[in-house]
Nanobody, 124 residues
Framework: QVQLVESGGGLVQTGGSVRLSCAAA????????MAWFRQAPGKEREFVAF????????YYSDSVKGRFTVSRDNAKNTVFLQMNDLKPEDTAVYLC?????????????????WGRGTQVTVSS
């Protein structure tokens, strides 16, 4: 069983920055493909960023490309999401997810483990 715990969310002004962390426990973190998703009230879960197990292959949603950066530290069993130039539409609960199998990293299906999320609120 793998446990994922997000942290680092909070209230930030438009144009500000936040760094999210997702700490993993259980299993072998260095073998997981990891992703960040977000979910705003009344909306479907939305893909944000994906990183392969060794960190060599990364991709983002168009809505965050150029503003967000995903990274990981396999020695610390942690994946990060640096969020810059935040906008009110970035307001959501941010969740990290882990998967072993290859496939469409942008789809929530296929991810075996999820954290509970951390709230990010961007004020205008």
């Amino acid at each position: 069983q793998v446990q994922l715990v997000e942290s680092g969310g909070g209230l930030v002004q438009t144009g500000g920055s936040v760094r999210l962390s997702c700490a993993a426990a259980g299993g072998t973190f260095s073998t997981y493909r990891m992703a960040w998703f977000r979910q705003a009230p009344g909306k479907e879960r939305e893909f944000v960023a994906f990183i392969t197990s060794n960190g060599r292959y990364i991709y983002y949603s168009d809505s965050v490309k150029g503003r967000f950066t995903v990274s990981r530290d396999n020695a610390k069993n942690t994946v990060f999401l640096q969020m810059n130039d935040l906008k009110p539409e970035d307001t959501a609960v941010y969740l990290c997810a882990a998967r072993w199998v290859a496939g469409d990293g942008k789809s929530p299906s296929g991810y075996s483990y999820w954290g509970r999320g951390t709230q990010v609120t961007v004020s205008s």
